[in-house]
């Protein structure tokens, strides 16, 4: 079955630092992966996808995140973090056959200090 | 464009009491999901509606779960009678159709089970 890995529960980065948020899956084929982010008092939020083609993809609030098959990973990345982006962030697949119901890792919460 | 909302945001019932949540869907999505947080945990898939047809139900944990969709827009999901696990954030998401379409969430109903 289908399953994501997040490492990293909770990630404290400083303002203005860079960011890396990892994710691992399990998939047989090449996978759809998402990222999702989760701000307080809020629905989650689509950041990126990948389903094919070029394996660094462009998101929104100037996210990125890079497929790397060789080693069964999805990792988000942002050059200069904000106050803002603090939030919990979910990596998900989805699911195959069906292409349905999507499958998440166990979220990393992201604090910013000043 | 109104997103997808969700009723209430929090409820607190005892064990053995009844709670219905209810998702109102982004208009015009055929496809509704039903998605639970425990605490600590990933957020997991309950079912999957293709207008008023549950299309997939395997991460429904038991029957004491029932959700509906009468007419194909908004969704209920009932829980009968509650126990100490059920505790957790029910998010409900839709998409305009399957697969690599974004599923857009709501903001989760928290429920506590007491």
């Known amino acids: 079955a289908q399953s994501v890995t997040q490492p990293d529960i909770h990630i404290t980065v400083s303002e203005g630092a860079s960011l890396e948020l990892r994710c691992n899956y399990s998939y047989g084929a090449t996978p759809y992966l998402f990222w999702y982010v989760q701000s307080p008092g809020q629905g989650l939020q689509l950041l990126l996808k990948?389903?094919?083609?070029?394996?660094l993809v462009q998101g929104i609030k100037g996210f990125e995140a890079e497929f790397k098959r060789s080693q069964s990973s999805f990792n988000l990345r942002k050059p200069s973090v904000h106050w803002s982006d603090a939030a919990e962030y979910f990596c998900?697949?989805?699911?195959?056959?069906?292409?349905?119901?999507?499958?998440f890792g166990t979220g990393t919460r992201l604090l910013v200090s000043p | 464009e109104a997103g997808v909302t969700q009723f209430p945001s929090h409820s607190v019932i005892e064990k053995g009491q009844t709670v219905t949540l209810r998702c109102d869907p982004i208009?015009?999505?055929?496809?509704l999901y039903w998605y639970r947080r425990v605490m600590g945990k990933e957020i997991k898939f309950l079912l999957h509606?293709?207008?008023?047809?549950?299309?997939?139900e395997s991460g429904m944990p038991n029957n004491r779960f029932l959700a509906e969709r009468t007419g194909g827009t908004y969704s209920t999901l009932k829980v009968q009678p509650a126990e100490l696990e059920d505790s957790g954030v029910y998010f409900c998401a839709s998409s305009l159709g399957q697969g690599g379409h974004e599923q857009y969430f709501g903001p989760g109903t928290r429920l506590t089970v007491t």
């Open positions: 509606f293709v207008k008023e047809s549950k299309q997939d």
């Open positions: 998900a697949v989805v699911t195959f056959p069906g292409f349905q119901k999507l499958v």
């Open positions: 208009s015009g999505h055929d496809n």
């Open positions: 990948y389903f094919s083609g070029d394996t």
